[in-house]
Nanobody
């Protein structure tokens, strides 16, 4: 199984984008999903995760209040709505499944090696 992130692009500071995560040929229904991002020269950063039912959602301090993570299990898609984008949000964004299949606050502090099923990621560039 490989998760596919899409929806990235170029946007001005203050703008918005919505990223999507799907599992081509499969289903996300039974998976907790997390989003990580990687900026040039930096380590991958966990920014948000959502439980299998969508009942639990957590955010890193860097995106809290600006990003909203949701899932539509009927559409088999997880959405990351990003608003009030800043230049420091520029990164490649990956949707991944925690190997534990749990979404708890410490999930975002786990190393990327504790995640699985990620694909190529989608580039988000915030620039004026």
């Amino acid at each position: 199984l490989q998760l596919q992130a899409s929806g990235g692009g170029s946007v001005q500071p203050g703008g918005s984008l919505r990223l999507s995560c799907v599992a081509p040929g499969g289903s996300l229904d039974d998976y907790a999903i997390a989003w990580f991002r990687q900026s040039p020269g930096k380590e991958r950063e966990g920014i948000s995760c959502i439980s299998t039912t969508g009942g639990s959602v957590y955010y890193s301090d860097s995106v809290k209040g600006r990003f909203t993570l949701s899932r539509d299990n009927l559409e088999k898609t997880v959405y990351l709505q990003m608003s009030s984008l800043k230049s420091e949000d520029t990164a490649v964004y990956y949707c991944v499944k925690p190997k534990t299949n749990f979404c708890v606050p410490r999930t975002l502090r786990r190393p990327f090696d504790d995640m699985e099923y990620w694909g190529k990621g989608t580039q988000v560039t915030v620039s004026s």
